[in-house]
C-alpha cells in the first residue's frame, strides 16, 4: 500500500479519484502543483469545479460518462481550471472504478498538463510560417528583380548608345541622357 501510494503521489501526472457522485476522494502533489487547490481544500468538492463553463456548456463530461459506459474508459484533449481561474490544456485518461464485486464505485483520472507541448506546436507552427513568408519573399524579390535587371541592362545600352552618337556633337547628347 505505501509503495502504491508513493507512485500516485511522487507522479508527475495529476491523479485523483472521484466516487460515485463525481466528488474528489484522493488528489496526488502533481494535482496541488498544477491547479493550486491542496488535498484538503478540494476533497469532497464536486469534479465540475475544475471545468471551465464553457466546456460543461458544450457537454463534454455527458461524452465522457458515454465513453466509461461504453469502454470503461475514455481518454481525450481538453482544459481545466486552476484554482485562480487559469486554464490548463491537459491530456486526460478517466477509468470506471469498480469495488471487488464489479460494482461502480467511482472514477479516476490521470491528467498531464500539456502546456509546454502546446507551446512548443505554437512556436514551430510560428517558425513554419516564417519559413513559407521568407520563401515567398525571396520569390517576389526575384520577380521583381529580374526585370529590374532587364531595365537597368537597357538603360546601360541606351546611355552608351547615345555617348556613341554623340561623340562629334557632345551637347546634343545632353537632352538625350
Do not use: Y
Not at 68 to 84: A, S
Not at 102 to 115: F, K, V, Y
Not at 137 to 153: D, Q, V
Not at 155 to 163: F, S, V
Request: proline content about 5%; overall charge negative.
Amino acid at each position: 500500500l505505501q509503495q502504491l501510494e508513493s507512485i500516485v503521489n511522487d507522479s508527475a501526472d495529476v491523479i485523483f479519484a472521484l466516487d460515485n457522485e463525481m466528488r474528489f476522494r484522493s488528489w496526488n502533489h502533481a494535482a496541488e502543483r498544477v491547479f493550486g487547490w491542496r488535498a484538503d481544500e478540494i476533497l469532497g468538492k464536486p469534479f465540475q469545479v475544475l471545468v471551465p463553463a464553457e466546456v460543461l456548456a458544450a457537454g463534454e463530461l455527458a461524452r465522457i460518462e458515454q465513453d466509461i459506459q461504453r469502454n470503461g474508459h475514455c481518454h481525450l484533449e481538453t482544459v481545466r481550471l486552476t484554482k485562480d481561474g487559469r486554464h490548463v490544456p491537459v491530456e486526460v485518461s478517466v477509468s470506471l472504478l469498480c469495488d471487488p464485486q464489479g460494482n461502480p464505485i467511482g472514477r479516476s483520472a490521470i491528467l498531464r498538463d500539456t502546456t509546454e507541448r502546446k507551446r512548443l506546436e505554437d512556436e514551430k507552427l510560428r517558425v513554419e510560417r516564417l519559413a513559407v513568408i521568407g520563401t515567398m519573399s525571396a520569390r517576389l524579390a526575384h520577380e521583381i528583380r529580374n526585370p529590374l535587371s532587364s531595365i537597368t541592362l537597357n538603360i546601360e545600352l541606351a546611355r552608351d548608345e547615345i555617348e556613341t552618337l554623340t561623340q562629334p556633337a557632345p551637347a546634343a547628347g545632353h537632352e538625350a541622357r
